[in-house]
């Protein structure tokens, strides 16, 4: 469990508790999915919250003993999280990249309705977010219009032809792919299609598609291709990536909660020894070159061999 799944977590569980006046650790543990012991851990947490103004030290008073839980004196958790203008801003930001993915498809009217409700709500931070919108979608290779083209894709049920650039390899490629979706996640617009390149369901990142026509083709997708589940993350490894296995030093923990690892194991110290799995190493080069001293590569040789090759011809330039 990540730390952000555990707060998450945390700020659900307490306004369950208060609402219930008391209520047993067994019953909230199965609630939540977690065992009694995690349950605890979780409780103990909530003894570190500090409530905000008007008294920032007003600790929150819970009690587990005898297996029933409660908790007092949290009125600020238990209340409805409220937006500041930043965050309200950020949200519309993303729901406005919704609505002009979504291009008037079914739910577009609700969507809508939500703007509009936390424009009025955020005032001034709404009006400058409607301009973020559109500093986002001019900053495309072809601004708003790659959206309209692949939803006209989607409607006519067409292949179409794309240049992709791929950051990992610094390189366009040139494929085609039949259009199964458009979404939004982790805040940017995302193709999903049949690959024919890869043969393979793949996303394809909008701010990354340099040019795209749609072919007099009709859209095959075959009947077992799973659309991707991005709740789960973006990244897919497979069996046939390269598996690099890392030591982190405590400083370096967060490598574990913001990559997708096959194994994390705790070391002596408060470090980490994790193992991953990639098609492309730049990234993990660039990476270890980033972290320094807090991480170092036991696995494959040959990409510990690279780094140490980057490192020194880092080093030579400054000389």
């Not at 555990?6 to 008391?22: D, G, K, M, W």
């Not at 030290?57 to 600020?76: K, M």
Request: hydrophobic residues 45%; negative net charge; charged residues 30%.
């Amino acid at each position: 469990v990540t730390s952000a799944e555990r707060l998450r977590r945390l700020l659900a569980l307490v306004p369950y508790v208060v609402s219930r006046e008391s209520v047993s650790l067994k019953d909230t543990a199965a609630t939540f999915g977690m065992t009694e012991r995690e349950l605890v851990d979780d409780l103990n947490l909530v003894w570190c919250v500090e409530l905000k103004a008007p008294d920032p030290y007003c600790p929150i008073d819970l009690s587990y003993e005898g297996g029933e839980v409660s908790v007092s004196q949290a009125e600020t958790i238990k209340r409805p999280l409220r937006l500041d203008a930043d965050e309200a801003n950020a949200l519309l930001v993303a729901l406005r990249m919704m609505r002009d993915v979504g291009g008037g498809r079914d739910g577009d009217q609700a969507l809508i309705g939500l703007i509009a409700k936390i424009e009025a709500a955020a005032g001034e931070a709404g009006a400058a977010s409607a301009q973020v919108a559109v500093d986002i979608a001019d900053s495309m290779p072809n601004g708003s219009s790659l959206a309209a083209d692949v939803r006209a894709a989607l409607d006519a049920g067409r292949r179409v032809h794309l240049r992709h650039y791929v950051p990992g390899r610094d390189e366009a490629t040139e494929r085609d792919v039949d259009p199964m979706r458009l979404l939004v996640a982790d805040g940017r617009g995302y193709l999903e299609g049949w690959c024919r390149r890869a043969e393979e369901v793949r996303l394809f990142r909008l701010d990354r598609i340099l040019s795209l026509s749609v072919l007099d083709v009709p859209a095959e997708v075959p009947a077992g291709a799973e659309p991707v589940d991005v709740d789960r993350g973006l990244f897919r490894p497979s069996a046939a990536d390269l598996v690099v296995e890392l030591e982190l030093s405590p400083g370096a923990r967060w490598i574990a909660e913001s990559y997708p690892c096959e194994s994390v194991a705790e070391l002596d110290g408060g470090g980490l020894r994790v193992a991953l799995r990639t098609p492309d190493t730049a990234w993990v080069r660039r990476l270890a070159l980033r972290l320094g001293g807090m991480a170092r590569v036991l696995s494959p040789d040959s990409l510990a061999a690279a780094i140490r090759a980057d490192a020194e011809a880092a080093l030579a330039a400054y000389r």
